[in-house]
């Protein structure tokens, strides 16, 4: 995406609506303590919510919002949704899209704080950005004629991405923050792209001291094969962001006496160069008759730059607290390379928290650097409420 495009174009909103269609009044900003801060988040990683079983966590989060003074409500496909209305303008509105996610990966961790870190799935990937986010919606001084939309979006760990499917094609914002974690004193520019494939092989049961190869011979065999491609394709180029990815995800094999059977899962992360639509092509014509393919999660990379406007007002943020901003790109695949492509509007991810620790058994956040993450997002969108009312 190129930064800044929507600079060519107004983006021209009514007063934000009500579930039922009514008109928001204006939302008076409010103080939070950090101690009411860290009760928040202390609440959302509390109930539980992996993909598909999130409507504990979002009724969490929509109680909050309310707690908070915004005007939240669950949308059509059971994203959170919280509003804060700035004061009126004569002008066009605009508005700038916190966007979060509330689902997480499986994987039960005690939830616990234990000397200012707390413990449990989701403290960084990502409901400590979402909770951030939240509190700084409230606490912001917006301009007239900005509003502030903070998303809980449902399957962002799931291929399909349906929270943020919706929200692409329902929101036209003038600029997106994307909670994810980047640390207090990271901006994150960009995301790798993803291709998913399911290969299944099968053949009726034979001796193991026959002539023909097992389905798992077939699968192997592909595979190395994938494998070879890919380091073609990677000829030449240096970085992990500018090289395709290739690994097994799942495999298994099953023998049921009359048949036998062979699965395998594999997740290729793609560079800006890569369109996964163009792998999945170059796969399918070395994929042999008896093996099937199936693939999903098509997504392609995006990247801006650090002058992009949401880049700029974070880096600036981030020097007021006291840091040295460092931008960075991710491995990684997220609702960014879901929106961005549709809203073409400055964007960029931030939120607290060490992305190392994503999807691991040692899944922590720093509540001093959640904290500190909140400060930093309170004047990022203060500046970038003003900056889009100059233009």
Not at 131 to 157: H, K, S, Y
Not at 372 to 378: F, K, N
Request: aromatic residues 4%; charged residues 25%.
């Amino acid at each position: 995406m190129t930064p800044g495009m929507d600079h060519d174009r107004d983006v021209l909103m009514a007063r934000p609506e009500t579930a039922c269609g009514c008109p928001i009044a204006e939302s008076l900003q409010v103080e939070i303590d950090d101690q009411r801060a860290i009760d928040i988040v202390h609440r959302l990683v509390a109930v539980p919510s992996v993909s598909g079983c999130e409507s504990d966590a979002v009724l969490t989060f929509v109680s909050a919002a309310n707690e908070l003074g915004l005007h939240a409500h669950i949308d059509q496909v059971g994203n959170g949704i919280a509003i804060r209305t700035g004061p009126s303008a004569a002008g066009p509105r605009r508005e700038i899209v916190l966007l979060g996610h509330i689902d997480t990966v499986a994987g039960v961790i005690p939830v616990r704080i234990e000397h200012d870190v707390l413990f449990g799935r989701g403290s960084v990937d990502a409901k400590g950005p979402l909770a951030a986010m939240l509190v700084a919606a409230a606490v912001t001084e917006l301009p007239p004629g900005i509003d502030v939309r903070v998303c809980a979006a449902v399957g962002e760990e799931t291929p399909s991405s349906p929270g943020a499917r919706h929200l692409a094609t329902a929101l036209r914002p003038a600029a997106c923050i994307v909670g994810e974690p980047s640390g207090w004193d990271g901006v994150t520019l960009g995301y790798k792209g993803t291709l998913v494939l399911h290969a299944a092989a099968a053949r009726a049961n034979a001796h193991g001291a026959g002539p023909g190869e097992s389905a798992s011979d077939a699968l192997h065999r592909w595979w190395q094969d994938v494998r070879r491609a890919v380091d073609e394709f990677n000829q030449g180029r240096a970085g992990v962001f500018d090289i395709i990815q290739a690994t097994i995800r799942h495999m298994e094999a099953c023998n049921d006496g009359l048949e036998e059977s062979a699965a395998i899962t594999a997740a290729f992360r793609l560079p800006p160069w890569m369109n996964p639509h163009r792998l999945e092509d170059s796969i399918r014509r070395r994929t042999p008759v008896m093996i099937h393919l199936l693939a999903e999660g098509h997504e392609r990379a995006i990247r801006t730059d650090r002058s992009d406007l949401v880049a700029q007002c974070l880096s600036a943020a981030i020097r007021a607290e006291g840091g040295r901003p460092h931008p960075k790109v991710k491995t990684g695949t997220a609702d960014m390379n879901v929106v961005a492509p549709i809203w073409r509007c400055p964007i960029a991810a931030y939120g607290p928290g060490d992305s190392e620790l994503d999807h691991t058994p040692s899944e922590r956040l720093s509540l001093a650097e959640y904290l500190r993450s909140i400060r930093v997002l309170r004047s990022a969108l203060a500046d970038l409420g003003s900056r889009l009312c100059e233009e």
